[in-house]
């Protein structure tokens, strides 16, 4: 759902370029490390390997039913076909032929949706028991607005929790965490008290939840998002999903964890652009970006907004955009048929301007008819001037402006 992330912290739609994904299966698994307890599966990438995962799970666990789940970066899989319980082995064949392979739609994929190459074969912990189950919802996250972490959960679990949150957010409840000494006690308590949790589930719950915010911070999250946390028939407090964001600058510190990506979940051209050195980000809107520096990057797309447009990407191609690098942006932005013209914003501190704008030229030339959207190219800083020349002087199509409110203007016209 990663309803936590969206609601409180705000993101690009589709971007990862702060997180790294991963499949609920590798989500479990870290959770399990830090003593989480989990809806046990194992994943399989055939229907031969998921009727050999439901064997072993019957030996293991005694399930005798079992859950067969797409593993795609997306909620909402059971909404579009992506969760199926099969009751005997028969039915684990049919129904992982049925996922295995195919082109899983949800709310939260795109039009075209995403391939299913793997299931998880889940055991069945909606077993009788003495009491009956109920399902929660809980996410671990970052309150960008406190600058602290924060637990967010609701007795509301296993449905849209932005369906709860627009019309009955007096059912969500937060728990922020203080950096200097962490998650209290009482606080695990509250949480399970709250949730109107009593006896041993009681106990379970602040187990669970000291357990999960404990996963959050070891490995360095920017999420951790769980719907529906379960309280079994026999009060048992269980994982049944597990929706898992790595924060991406930490990696570095956690490189076991950069092993679990899969780039076949991930953008194409975020991947490539990432390869290349490029920090790219992919949007919605018709206005390619190509900037250096972060900061400089956000401004240009408040500029294409204020122009009454939306920017089709995130592009800082670095303090070094010579002639090769600019080309290599250029095709990465035209990879997106969305966009209509593109905004080259730079400021010339340690590269010269008139430097970006010979390589600008230089990939103008090089790159032939395969850019057939205009280009609109805003230059300031040292020799500023001489590269308003050159881009004038140089017979291309390309339209330069020196101020903000003149490259608007430029943006505007050229969409016209």
């Known amino acids: 759902m990663f309803i936590g992330f969206y609601y409180f912290c705000g993101t690009f739609k589709k971007s990862n370029h702060i997180h790294m994904n991963i499949h609920e299966y590798q989500g479990k698994e870290i959770l399990a490390k830090y003593g989480v307890r989990v809806q046990r599966g194992i994943v399989a990438n055939s229907p031969v390997e998921a009727v050999a995962a439901a064997k072993q799970l019957t030996t293991e666990t005694g399930t ?11 909620g909402g899989r059971g909404k579009g076909g992506g969760v199926k319980l099969a009751k005997n082995l028969d039915q684990v064949t049919e129904l992982s032929e049925q996922i295995i392979g195919m082109q899983l739609i949800t709310p939260q994929t795109s039009a075209e949706g995403k391939k299913v ?11 009788p028991g003495e009491s009956e189950t109920s399902e929660f919802y809980m996410s671990v996250l970052l309150n960008r607005a406190t600058g602290r972490n924060m637990i967010m959960y609701s007795t509301e679990g296993g449905m849209d929790i932005e369906e709860v949150a627009e019309h009955t957010p007096h059912l969500i409840f937060t728990e922020e965490i203080d950096p200097t000494v962490g998650l209290q006690g009482f606080q695990a308590r509250r949480i399970a008290f709250n949730l109107g949790v009593t006896g041993n589930a009681f106990k379970e719950m602040v187990k669970f939840v000291e357990s999960l915010y404990n996963a959050y911070v070891g490995c360095d999250a920017s999420m951790f998002e769980i719907n529906p946390v379960l309280k079994t028939s026999d009060n048992k407090i269980m994982a049944v999903d597990a ?21 076949r979940e991930e953008n194409p051209i975020e991947v490539e652009a990432k390869e290349a050195g490029l920090n790219y ?8 970006c190509m900037v250096n520096g972060a900061g400089l990057a956000m401004a240009t797309m408040d500029l294409i907004k204020y122009a009454g447009f939306e920017p089709a990407n995130f592009l800082d191609v670095g303090g070094t955009a010579d002639a090769k690098r600019v080309e290599l942006a250029f095709r990465i932005i035209l990879k997106d048929p969305n966009v209509k013209a593109i905004l080259i914003n730079i400021f010339g501190g340690i590269v010269r301007c008139d430097r970006v704008a010979q390589g600008v030229v230089d990939a103008y030339k090089n790159m032939g008819d395969a850019i057939k959207v205009p280009i609109i190219v805003r230059l300031q800083g040292t020799n500023a001037e001489i590269a308003k020349e050159l881009i004038d002087n140089s017979g291309m199509p390309i339209l330069s402006a020196v101020e903000f409110q003149e490259a608007a203007d430029q943006v505007q016209k050229a969409l016209q």
């Open 64 to 74: 005798q039913w079992y859950v067969i789940k797409a593993q795609i970066h997306a």
């Open 117 to 127: 190459h793997k299931v998880l074969i889940a055991e069945d912990v909606y077993y």
């Open 243 to 263: 929706k898992v964001n790595i924060d991406d600058n930490a990696l570095y510190r956690q490189p076991h964890y950069a092993d679990m990506r899969d780039i």
């Open 281 to 288: 980000v992919d949007l919605d809107g018709s206005v390619g």
